[in-house]
Each structure stands twice: as structure tokens, then as C-alpha cells.
């Protein structure tokens, strides 16, 4: 027994140190456990708060594919289960409206006798806005090659033709 509650301390503190947020939701989305990290990042005061959520309420409507947040989460939470493991990205939704990307990894487990989903969320939205601000200047850069070959072409006839002329003289 003494063993049991070591290991159960040493996972409580595991769970409650974690940068990211740990959540332990039933088979149909309800939350049953989250560390502060998950409050956190959900804009919760406290646990009830926090438990008051579904992985459908803390998402918009839709996914930024099209697709309806509770359906395709729920398809992710049955594979999780059946195959134990999914690795994704999902945009949620605070309690205050606001939105922000995710990276996640859900684990099927038993929890009470009963399948439920543990994940692990990482706030990755200053990632995304990095990655937009690349592409933005990517295709910012596209365009300014784009008008600037012209000219580059003409400055290159001309300066072909002014070396033909030289060695002509």
C-alpha cells in the first residue's frame, strides 16, 4: 500500500507539474479530470469550471477543414480508442471566446471500468501565426521576383548588347 501511494504521488505530480495541459474525458467528450495547465489554457477559474466543458463546447462549430467539431472529434475519439493512439491539430475555443490552436495527443485508456480518452494539448498558435507570416512573405517575395524579371531582362539585353558592341569595335 505504501508503494501504491508513492506511485500515485509521483503521478499526481507528474500530471499537476506538466507545461501542457492533461485532460481525462469520458467516451462521449465530458471532462472528468484536467491538471492546472488545462485550466489554464481553457480560461477556467477553477476545476468546476473546468469540468463544466465538453471537447465540443471548448471547440467553435466548425474546424478550419470544414468539418463540424463534434463530428469529427468524435470520430477521433472512437479511433483513439479502438487504435489507442491519434496525433493531431485542433482549433479550440476559450471560455471567452477566443480561439487558438492545438496540437494533440489522445490515448485511449480505461477509466472506471469505462473507455475514455487522455490527451495531452500544446497551445501551438504562435507556431501557426509564424508559419502564415513565412508564407505571407514567401508569396510577398514571389511577387516582387515576378516584377522585377522584366526589368532584370532588359538590363541583361542591354548590357549583352553593349559587350557585342565592344568587342565589335
Do not use: M
Request: aromatic share 8%; hydrophobic share 35%.
Amino acid at each position: 500500500e505504501d508503494e501504491a501511494r508513492k506511485s500515485a504521488a509521483a503521478f499526481r505530480t507528474l500530471f499537476e507539474s506538466s507545461r501542457d495541459a492533461i485532460t481525462l474525458a469520458n467516451a462521449e467528450g465530458q471532462f472528468i479530470s484536467g491538471n492546472k495547465a488545462a485550466f489554464e489554457l481553457f480560461g477556467c477559474r477553477n476545476e468546476a469550471q473546468f469540468l463544466s466543458l465538453t471537447a465540443t463546447s471548448a471547440s467553435p462549430e466548425f474546424q478550419p477543414d470544414g468539418r463540424r467539431s463534434s463530428e469529427k472529434g468524435a470520430e477521433l475519439v472512437n479511433a483513439s480508442i479502438k487504435q489507442n493512439l491519434r496525433n493531431f491539430e485542433w482549433l479550440h475555443r476559450r471560455l471567452d471566446g477566443s480561439e487558438f490552436f492545438t496540437e494533440i495527443v489522445l490515448t485511449g485508456v480505461e477509466y472506471q471500468g469505462a473507455p475514455a480518452v487522455q490527451a495531452s494539448i500544446r497551445d501551438i498558435s504562435e507556431r501557426k501565426q509564424i508559419e502564415q507570416d513565412l508564407r505571407r512573405y514567401r508569396y510577398h517575395l514571389q511577387d516582387e521576383v515576378q516584377l522585377r524579371t522584366p526589368e532584370l531582362d532588359v538590363a541583361r539585353r542591354q548590357a549583352e548588347a553593349a559587350n557585342q558592341a565592344k568587342t565589335d569595335f
